[in-house]
């Protein structure tokens, strides 16, 4: 296969620009007509001709002030005009089949619905442009189709007139009067419910809110408007920054690829993540909704206002705006909770990522297809750096950084580097050495070791740091990591090192290793490292069970307790592992641990969740999946029967209240459904799932009954999944917990289950969520399912991949993630996934997508 592989470095400004865009698109199920007006200028003293970026599409004329040219040819992923004036109109018609796109990028037809999605590059499927994010330009946008059909017809911006023809059909034009890259272009046209509200701003601007949803949706849209509203006031009070147009739109879809898209001043949704209400989500699908919808609010200042000169640079709009949207929401709902969220997608996901092939920095050096880079670590590890810029200068300084940051930038496309540099002199500090980690992948190891002289009374411990080889980059150098620290001995009391170089918390750890001393301290003293998880790496900090439990008895940080109990459980699995026992010292001092933490929901209901097979995957090597997950399992039955009265005492605990979505009930909730989850492995346990699951007035404990159900008997699963499966038929969103609840159960006919699930009147290959909720479950979530011994779980996968990619490379393109992820596993898993991985490779037809991360995986 001839790949195009594209480099940052490669960077060159664009040959011309494109300043102003008229549009006119004409709709149709299968014939959209669009016709481009595009003021576009030479840049620079050059004769080079113009390239413009167009696939998928068909040329139907194309004119220089309004002269018909041909001084034109096709070439490979565009088209070439040779001999254009320095500036001109340019104008050009394309038409496109928007119902024959299941890639579902650039313009498509779904369930009725047209919407567009041009992030990263789908702007080039609609028009011959320069798909490109540093060409800016002012767009007006006329829109027109059946009246009866698409009653609403929207665009970016402000609508300007609109009109009627005698053929039935009608028009309106949109204004957008910010120059923005062509990727943040939509429009939407359809026949929805509309929720309208309105915002005043700080500085007294009115703004129409207008949220779209299918028609009977409306209900379920109330908390996505209020979420909105929510996160327009935070945004204001904590970066001073309003809103810049008169209206904000979103549109909720049931056929999207990611989750959101911040097109300016008309979002488009997954449906996913605008769509709750009591009866059918639960309280992670709210606390999902308030930070997507926040997420790409944020992003109206941090992407829209200032963008990306270029792909490469994406971690600067997202990891930023993740790390806002993850402020916004601890501050919604509570720090803890959240932080250990973000922990578990790090070392879930990410941790695994920089593990595998696909390893790459935050700004990425390398790109074959630009879609495979929205990736947890672009994300995920960019809003860990950002965080950690958050730790280092403080709030106030990270502030004044932003401001300078939008002082400098305003309506620009910008790098990574510019944004180091704002917050450098906003600051004035030095942040040379910080800025590795946009460059270094990989995951950096922080080792401890401590030696006590009993004599002196003195503790000696080091810090040093060490980051494995990755297969994009041979070489690696210390970086500059901030690990927040504490010192205590056994009766929790807290001591400073002797040198000072403990301050505000934080050791900076900024080469190969660093020293502390402490004089005149207890034997019993231990460090207590990462607090709040100050930087994306891994620790290595040998300590006994006992000194596990005094880090949770005493540490101030209640990360650092949280992540105490999730060490101590890892300790567990591994004394299975190998063949030992479970210290009794343990299981009583879990009960006083239960007891001790009674009252404290959000802590307890976290620390009794034991480490996902997934995370345990990341403390170790060549994991053999069927005696990982067998050693996790009999650790999750002997925690059931040995605290079996201390986690009845939790379930009951909670008398029911009827049902709203507000944090502290949020916590009890999930403290009782974890109890019951491992309720469900003793003897009571099935009397209790039948009783939460028959009383539940919400959609969280109804999850919580089944999620806890999978783990006991298979009759009483199998009768409750029946009675959710008749209740829910009507609604795929609902639907999509009950067929990841399928997808991810142990048995031993798995596969054939599937197949059978496939089948299902309410599965369709086109629609990604659906196609995630059964095989993505499947492929990411049932370790003993997917790595079959004898191979059948990859195969089937691969099967399924062959299939999807023909249709949506994009989602394909994901879901052959834990395929890549060979080097965890041991030999045995290696060479049934490489022979699957072979043959995609080999497939005629493979998509790039698919193909970029196959060929690397192999390489
Ligand atoms: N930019 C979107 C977001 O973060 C993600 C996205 C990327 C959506 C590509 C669609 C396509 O919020
Ligand atoms: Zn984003």
């Known amino acids: 296969m001839s790949v195009n592989v594209k480099r940052r470095l490669d960077y060159q400004p664009p040959l011309y620009t494109i300043t102003n865009v008229v549009m006119h698109v004409q709709l149709h199920a299968t014939a959209t007509r669009i016709k481009t007006v595009s003021t576009v200028q030479r840049v620079g003293d050059h004769n080079s001709p113009l390239f413009l970026d167009g696939e998928k599409m068909q040329l139907l004329s194309l004119a220089v002030n309004g002269e018909a040219y041909n001084l034109y040819s096709h070439v490979e992923g565009g088209i070439s005009l040779t001999e254009v004036p320095d500036t001109f109109e340019l104008t050009v018609e394309t038409e496109i089949d928007p119902q024959n796109n299941k890639a579902l990028e650039g313009l498509y037809l779904s369930n009725g619905v047209f919407c567009t999605q041009c992030e990263a590059e789908g702007f080039r499927r609609i028009t011959y442009f320069l798909d490109r994010p540093d060409v800016l330009a002012k767009y007006e946008v006329t829109v027109s189709g059946d009246k009866e059909k698409y009653p609403t017809l929207l665009a970016n911006g402000n609508p300007i007139a609109k009109g009627e023809e005698s053929d039935g059909t009608h028009w309106v034009t949109w204004q957008d009067p910010h120059p923005k890259p062509c990727y943040l272009f939509a429009l939407v046209a359809g026949d929805f419910d509309l929720l309208e509200d309105s915002y005043t701003t700080t500085s007294g601007r009115d703004v129409k809110l207008e949220l779209y949803v299918d028609k009977g949706k409306r209900d379920k849209g109330v908390f996505a408007l209020e979420s909105l509203k929510r996160a327009m006031k935070w945004d204001e009070d904590t970066f001073g920054l309003e809103y810049d147009l008169d209206i904000y739109m979103i549109v909720a879809v049931d056929f999207f690829n990611m989750g959101a898209m911040e097109n300016k001043g008309l979002n488009v949704f997954n449906s996913k993540f605008v769509l709750a209400d009591q009866d059918s989500a639960t309280d992670e699908d709210f606390f999902n909704v308030e930070s997507v919808i926040a997420h790409e609010y944020f992003h109206n200042w941090t992407g829209n206002r200032v963008t990306c000169r270029d792909w490469f640079q994406l971690s600067l709009k997202e990891g930023l705006t993740v790390f806002r949207d993850q402020q916004f929401s601890a501050d919604m709902t509570s720090a803890l909770s959240n932080r250990i969220k973000h922990v578990r997608v790090m070392r879930e996901h990410q941790f695994a990522e920089d593990a595998s092939a696909m390893s790459h920095p935050i700004r990425p050096d390398e790109v074959i297809e630009m879609n495979n880079f929205y990736t947890v670590t672009v994300y995920d590890k960019g809003a860990e750096v950002i965080r950690m810029f958050h730790t280092l200068l403080g709030a106030d300084g990270f502030r004044k950084g932003m401001d300078e940051y939008f002082r400098r930038h305003d309506g620009q496309a910008v790098t990574c580097d510019d944004f180091v540099a704002a917050m450098q002199t906003a600051t004035e500090r030095d942040l040379s050495h910080f800025a590795k ?336 909720a059964l095989i993505g479950s499947f492929a990411f979530y049932n370790p003993v399912g997917f790595h079959q011994p004898d191979g059948s779980g990859y195969q089937y996968v691969t099967d399924y991949l062959l299939e999807l990619d023909q249709h949506n490379p994009q989602v394909a393109a994901r879901i052959v993630t834990p395929l890549t992820q060979w080097q965890n596993y041991a030999d045995k898993h290696q060479q049934k996934m490489k022979a699957q991985l072979t043959r995609l490779v080999n497939h005629e037809g493979l998509s790039k997508d698919v193909f970029e991360k196959v060929s690397k995986s192999l390489a």
Not at 441 to 460: A, E, F, I, N
Not at 604 to 622: A, D, K, M, N, Y
């Open 437 to 772: 980690w946009y460059s270094q992948s990989g995951t950096p190891v922080v080792g401890v070791s401590r030696m006590y002289d009993k004599q002196k009374r003195t503790l000696h411990i080091s810090l040093s740091q060490h980051t494995p080889a990755t297969a994009n980059q041979q070489e690696k150098e210390p970086l500059y990591i901030p690990v927040a620290f504490e010192c205590i001995d056994d009766t929790g009391k807290h001591y400073p090192d002797d040198d000072g170089l403990i301050k505000d918390g934080l050791v900076i750890l900024d080469k190969p290793s660093v020293s502390l001393m402490f004089s005149d301290v207890p034997e019993s003293c231990l460090p207590v490292v990462l607090g709040n998880f100050s930087a994306p790496v891994k620790v290595d900090n040998p300590l006994s069970a006992k000194e596990l439990l005094q880090i949770f008895r005493f540490a101030d940080d209640p990360f650092n307790r949280w992540d105490a109990m999730q060490s101590l459980y890892d300790w567990c699995i591994t004394q299975i592992e190998l063949d030992k026992s479970v210290p009794d010292s343990v299981w009583k001092a879990l009960a006083d641990v239960i007891a001790a933490e009674k009252d404290n929901h959000e802590l307890l209901g976290e620390c009794l969740s034991i480490p996902s097979f997934e995370t345990l995957c990341q403390t170790r090597v060549g994991v053999d999946v069927a005696a990982l997950a067998s050693a996790r399992q009999s650790f999750c039955a002997q925690f059931a029967s040995e605290l079996q009265s201390a986690l009845l005492t939790v379930w009951n605990g909670f008398s029911s209240v009827s049902y709203t979505y507000k944090q502290t009930d949020v916590n009890a909730r999930r403290c009782k459904n974890v109890a019951l989850g491992h309720l469900a492995r003793t003897a009571d346990g099935e009397a209790l799932i039948e009783k939460q699951f028959a009383e539940a007035d919400n959609m969280t404990d109804s999850l919580g009954a089944l999620r806890a159900a999978q783990s006991g008997s298979a009759e009483v699963f199998n009768s409750l999944m029946t009675a959710f499966e008749q209740k829910w038929n009507h609604d795929p969103l609902v639907l999509d917990k009950w067929f990841a609840l399928n997808a991810t159960t142990e048995r031993e006919d798995i596969l054939a289950h599937i197949t059978m699930l496939k089948s299902h009147p309410q599965f369709t290959m086109g629609n990604p969520n659906r196609v995630r």
